[in-house]
Structures are given as C-alpha cells and as structure tokens.
C-alpha cells in the first residue's frame, strides 16, 4: 500500500510539472498575440474611420453641392460706413512741406460728386485759392482758381470712392477722445495687414454715425514723398446748397484735358523782397500773373491717385 502511494503521488506531481509549462506558453503565446494584433487593429480603425467621412462627403457632393471649407471668422467690429452725404471742414498739415491748409468740404455719395474749396489765410496776402468739383458721373474734374477767375477741365481717372474705412481695415484700438464724461468713443482702423505689410493710411472714426475724426496718410516714394494729417471738424449731415456742385460759366466754355500730373508749388507767389526789409507792416500784395500753374501739393489733390484716400 505505501508503494502505491508513493508512485500515485510522484506520477501526479509529473503530470503537474508537465501542465504547467505548457500552461504558461499557452499565457505567453496569447500575450505575444494581442500586442502584435494592437497595432493591426488600430490601422483598420483609422481606416474604417476614413471610409466612412469619403462616403459622406462623396454623397454629399453627388447630391449638387460643394464641399465645405474652413474660413475664418472675425467676431471684432466691423468698418462702418459713413453717410453718403455730407459737408464739414478740414485742417491738413503736410508735414513735407511743413505747411498747413484749411477746406471746406462737399460729399454727395448720391449723385458721385465731391468738393473741395481752400479757405483764405488772411496772414498769407498773395495766397491762391482754388475751388475743386469733382463729377465722377462724366470723370470730370473742375479747378477754378478764384485769384485768377480761371478754370481747368480734366479727365478722372480714378474711379469713385465712397468716404469710408476700407473693407479690409484692420482694427488698431478703440478709446474716448474728450474729457471724462463729456467725450465720446472712437475707433483707430489702418491699411496694415498683420505680418504683411505695414500701414500707410490710418483713420479714426467715431463709433457713433461713422464720423472722420483724422486721417494719417504717408507715403514714401522717393520721387514724390507724401505725409500727411488731416482733421475733420464742423461736420453735418446732408448738404445744404446743392448748387456747390455746378461749375461756373468760364468752366463751360473750357476743352477737357488729359489728367495733369501737379508738381508742388509754393503756398503763395510772387516772393517779394524789399530793401531794406520791411517788418511788422500791413501791405497787400497784386498777383500780376495771366497764367495758371495749378493748385498746391495737397493730400486733397495728391491723395486721390491712393487706394485709401476719399479724395
């Protein structure tokens, strides 16, 4: 009876030497498995994944419309829109020059037409005034010179423009202009585009009615460098004589004349000079002069071959 016993218990402790190995292989065969199948089954997934948005955009396209783009949305203010007529005054400084002028100001954005006329310095005798009529309808461009009661007829060649901040404006800030509680909020747009191109025109506009407030206009051509700043004031809406826009009889009788390209003049002429100087003197001064040069460098009549400028 021992002897059975022993050989029953060394043949058990065998056979569980014998399982137990092949349990284990058994364990590390199906391990070995799963980590080969992982990778396998993540690329069926991403595949099935890419199957079914083809499907869908392939319906979507069959079914006559177009697959949807990515846009960026822009969730700022937009550029308002000034109203389309209206008059006001303008002071530039041309800071090339070093020189400042003052404008009063026509703007039909009905009837396509602009005006611009010089206000008289009573400091400056011998000053030329000039008065501008734009009629973008015909592209005809008036410049009476009121010294001289003469008038030139030339082509536009650039097409209308509505006083406004640029579609493609970028936003540069918004701020109170005035004193504390008596101001009123602005905006500050540019021409700058982001990592692309630095501004060259900047304006600020009031958020309420879209009113110019200044304008900031440069340029860098080495032939013909322009800077300039102009405020906007007095402002009102609509316009109060339309007649401002009709040209005088000694414009009727003029042949129209290719654009002319103005070079800049002097603020006033002749240049007198005495000997010996006369100072703190009140003298008025005769222009003697039957021909005429043309108006001054002016943002106003510089500006207008410019994308940005209203002018």
């Given at each position: 009876m021992p002897c059975v016993l022993w050989v029953a218990?060394?043949?058990?402790?065998?056979?569980?030497?014998?399982?137990?190995?092949?349990?284990?292989?058994e364990a590390s065969s199906t391990r070995l498995f799963a980590s080969a199948w992982r990778p396998i089954a993540n690329m069926i997934r991403v595949f099935m994944l890419l199957m079914t948005v083809g499907a869908v955009l392939g319906t979507y396209i069959i079914q006559g419309n177009t697959a949807p783009t990515l846009t960026r949305v822009n969730t700022g203010p937009k550029p308002c829109q000034?109203?389309?007529?209206?008059?006001?005054?303008?002071s530039e400084w041309n800071h090339i020059t070093e020189s400042n002028n003052r404008y009063i100001i026509s703007f039909d954005g009905v009837g396509l037409r602009k005006r611009v006329l010089k206000e008289a310095k009573s400091f400056m005798p011998g000053e030329r005034q000039y008065n501008y009529i734009m009629e973008f309808k015909t592209n005809t461009l008036y410049t009476i010179n009121l010294n001289l009661n003469t008038c030139t007829v030339t082509n536009l060649t650039q097409p209308w423009q509505n006083h406004t901040i640029p579609t493609d404006a970028t936003l540069e800030d918004e701020y109170e202009l005035g004193a504390p509680g008596?101001?009123?909020r602005v905006r500050e747009w540019s021409d700058r585009l982001p990592a692309r191109r630095a501004e060259s025109w900047i304006g600020i506009f009031t958020i309420a009615g879209c009113w110019p407030i200044v304008e900031i206009f440069t340029d860098d051509d080495?032939?013909?460098?322009?800077s300039f700043t102009t405020r906007f004031f007095d402002l009102t809406p609509g316009i109060a004589n339309m007649s401002v826009f009709d040209p005088p009889e000694i414009c009727k009788s003029q042949t129209v004349h290719?654009?002319?390209?103005?070079?800049?003049?002097?603020?006033?002429?002749?240049?007198l000079e005495f000997d010996p100087p006369i100072t703190n003197q009140n003298f008025n001064v005769t222009i003697d002069d039957d021909k005429d040069s043309g108006p001054v460098n002016s943002y106003f009549k510089k500006g207008w071959n410019y994308l940005k400028s209203w002018f």
């Amino acid at each position: 009876m021992p002897c059975v016993l022993w050989v029953a218990r060394n043949s058990s402790a065998y056979l569980s030497d014998l399982v137990h190995p092949m349990a284990k292989l058994e364990a590390s065969s199906t391990r070995l498995f799963a980590s080969a199948w992982r990778p396998i089954a993540n690329m069926i997934r991403v595949f099935m994944l890419l199957m079914t948005v083809g499907a869908v955009l392939g319906t979507y396209i069959i079914q006559g419309n177009t697959a949807p783009t990515l846009t960026r949305v822009n969730t700022g203010p937009k550029p308002c829109q000034t109203i389309p007529q209206w008059e006001g005054r303008a002071s530039e400084w041309n800071h090339i020059t070093e020189s400042n002028n003052r404008y009063i100001i026509s703007f039909d954005g009905v009837g396509l037409r602009k005006r611009v006329l010089k206000e008289a310095k009573s400091f400056m005798p011998g000053e030329r005034q000039y008065n501008y009529i734009m009629e973008f309808k015909t592209n005809t461009l008036y410049t009476i010179n009121l010294n001289l009661n003469t008038c030139t007829v030339t082509n536009l060649t650039q097409p209308w423009q509505n006083h406004t901040i640029p579609t493609d404006a970028t936003l540069e800030d918004e701020y109170e202009l005035g004193a504390p509680g008596s101001g009123f909020r602005v905006r500050e747009w540019s021409d700058r585009l982001p990592a692309r191109r630095a501004e060259s025109w900047i304006g600020i506009f009031t958020i309420a009615g879209c009113w110019p407030i200044v304008e900031i206009f440069t340029d860098d051509d080495p032939q013909n460098p322009v800077s300039f700043t102009t405020r906007f004031f007095d402002l009102t809406p609509g316009i109060a004589n339309m007649s401002v826009f009709d040209p005088p009889e000694i414009c009727k009788s003029q042949t129209v004349h290719p654009e002319p390209e103005f070079e800049p003049e002097p603020e006033f002429e002749p240049e007198l000079e005495f000997d010996p100087p006369i100072t703190n003197q009140n003298f008025n001064v005769t222009i003697d002069d039957d021909k005429d040069s043309g108006p001054v460098n002016s943002y106003f009549k510089k500006g207008w071959n410019y994308l940005k400028s209203w002018f």
